[in-house]
């Protein structure tokens, strides 16, 4: 058992909880039992480390049968320890440490997605996450991040996809005029989500959803710019019926991914 907080080891895991350490080493920090069960049912071949408390491994029958039939190997390690590797204050028992595994725009391509997910300078972690999510949830084919958006493998998104991170291809780091070009260049239209475009019902109803769509998302505060808006097909707000001031991002994003989801499903 690990019982040395300070250890080297200890350490190191402690640090993917930084970007740097996670460019250096190109691995990512786990932390939970829903994400490590996601890990080993859908990409088993990821985990690097497996770490857990005693008590953590006993409460979790089925995570510890999953890493047996997978032959994944858990060091136990004492509270204190898991305390110091993890980025949580109140840590769930169970860490894992993964290879990072992005894919290339040009792969996700290939394969001939029809509904995914562009987000541009989203900067907020839980949004990133949900947004990863709600795709997961809504059966889009893949999320691209672009280079100004936030690290994919912070450990504050990998929180918020709980899981999903592992369920669909993920992509980062390309320039956005390069990703919709070739996207539109692979016959996929752009929708651009914002507040200042047109109204999403009237959209569902001209048909205009159910062909392959790439739906853009900007940043939290500032949304699309005017070079955004030339970029794409179309430009689209969810309405806001009642008095709130503004929609989250990641609310917004679900409702349009699932709007396409539904058109090109029925």
């Known amino acids: 058992m690990i019982d040395n907080p300070r250890s ?3 350490r190191a895991v402690a640090k993917l909880a930084k970007r740097e350490a996670r460019s250096e080493t190109g691995l990512f920090l786990l932390e939970g039992p829903q994400a ?29 049968a999953a890493a047996q039939t997978e032959g994944v190997e858990v060091e136990f390690v004492t509270e204190s320890v898991l305390d110091a590797m993890a980025d949580t204050v109140t840590p769930q ?14 792969d996700i ?6 509904l995914l997910a562009l987000l541009e300078e989203v900067r907020d972690p839980g949004n990133a996450g949900t947004i990863i999510r709600a795709a997961d949830s809504a059966g889009a084919d893949a999320v691209i991040l672009t280079g100004r958006s936030v ?12 899981g999903s991170l592992f ?14 070009d070739r996207v539109k260049a692979a016959g996929i ?7 200042k475009g047109g109204d999403l019902l009237a959209a569902r109803n001209s048909g205009a959803l159910a062909g392959p769509t790439a739906w ?18 179309w430009v689209i707000s969810v309405p806001i019926y009642g008095h709130a001031e503004s929609m989250n991002l990641a609310t917004a994003a679900s409702v349009c991914l699932y709007e396409s989801a539904f058109a090109q499903r029925s």
Do not use: M
């Open 189 to 195: 239209q752009v929708i651009a989500a914002d507040i």
């Open 93 to 106: 028992g169970v860490i894992a440490v993964c290879r990072q595994f992005l894919r290339s725009v040009d």
């Open 167 to 180: 369920h669909l291809p993920v992509a980062a780091g390309a320039e956005l005029g390069s990703v919709i």
């Open 36 to 64: 490590v069960s996601e890990a080993l049912q859908f990409r088993p071949d990821l985990l690097v480390d497996l770490f857990a408390t005693p008590t953590a491994w006993e409460k979790h029958s089925d995570l510890a």
């Open 151 to 162: 690290d994919v493998y912070n450990p504050k998104v990998v929180r918020s996809t709980t």
């Open 216 to 233: 853009l998302f900007g940043n939290e505060a500032r949304g699309l710019t005017d070079e955004h808006y030339s970029l794409a097909d």
């Open 109 to 114: 391509l290939a394969e001939g997605p029809r």
């Open 8 to 10: 080297p080891r200890v």
